[in-house]
Structure formats: structure tokens, C-alpha cells
């Protein structure tokens, strides 16, 4: 399955710190969402291009020290009939970890800030676990 376009997705031999903040930046927020912790929010997306839908899951984990907190990113290419169905709903994790196996990208920066991991992933996404 074939998703977005090369103003946002990208090829899978794109670098994915590259691909993943074009993307952001040229889709669209339709509608945002919260998974429980106000940390967790989850914004529905579409490109302005080609009209592709992603869900978008940011994660902060709080570490209650200083003011650097962890944070993670996953962008998943949606269909549409899966954007109706989350923008219908209470969004859960299980919902987003339930799509069917695709080609995704993760974000982390970590405490620190002085690193930053972009990854393609290809199969079943999984978000990570925050506290």
C-alpha cells in the first residue's frame, strides 16, 4: 500500500530526519486529540498536496526535574476510512497500534536534548511506553 506523496511521505530511501518535519509541515491539523495524560495528544493530519491522512501521536514523558522532558513523535499515513474512524472516536493506544502493518516514522529526543533519533519502520506500530 502506497502512501502520500513526495511533498510529504517521501521515498522509504529518504533520510527520515528530513521526511518526518516536511511532513509536519505540510500537513495540515484537522483535529487534536488527547490518549489520557495531557502528554499524550494525538493530531489528525492531511497534506495539502495530495490530500494524504496521517495520525500523529506525541508523547512527553515528565520527569519532574529541570525543564528538559523527553519527547516522541510517531507519524503514521492513514486511510481515509481509518481518519473517519479516529476522528469519531475516543482515540486509544491499542487503536493506533491496531492499524495494519505499514511503513511509519518515529521521533525521539531524549532528556538531554543533544540527541535526536528519526527512524523509518515498516510493520505493526508501536508507541512507546511513558509515565
Not at 22 to 30: E, F, M
Request: contains cysteine.
Amino acid at each position: 500500500m502506497d502512501f502520500g506523496c513526495a511533498e510529504c511521505f517521501g521515498a522509504e530511501t529518504e533520510d527520515a530526519g528530513v521526511v518526518m518535519p516536511r511532513c509536519l509541515q505540510k500537513a495540515a491539523v484537522l483535529r487534536t486529540l488527547t490518549l489520557g495524560w495531557p502528554t499524550e495528544v494525538v493530531h489528525l493530519r492531511q497534506c495539502e498536496s495530495c490530500g494524504q491522512d496521517y495520525v500523529v501521536v506525541y508523547l512527553e514523558e515528565i520527569n519532574w526535574e529541570g525543564s528538559h522532558d523527553a519527547e516522541y513523535d510517531t507519524l503514521v499515513p492513514i486511510t481515509r476510512a481509518e481518519a473517519a474512524s479516529l476522528a469519531d472516536s475516543r482515540i486509544l493506544r491499542a487503536d493506533i497500534e491496531d492499524l495494519s502493518p505499514r511503513r511509519w516514522l518515529y521521533h525521539e529526543r531524549q532528556v538531554d536534548r543533544q540527541s535526536e533519533t528519526y527512524q523509518w519502520f515498516k510493520g505493526a506500530v508501536t508507541l512507546p511506553e511513558t509515565r
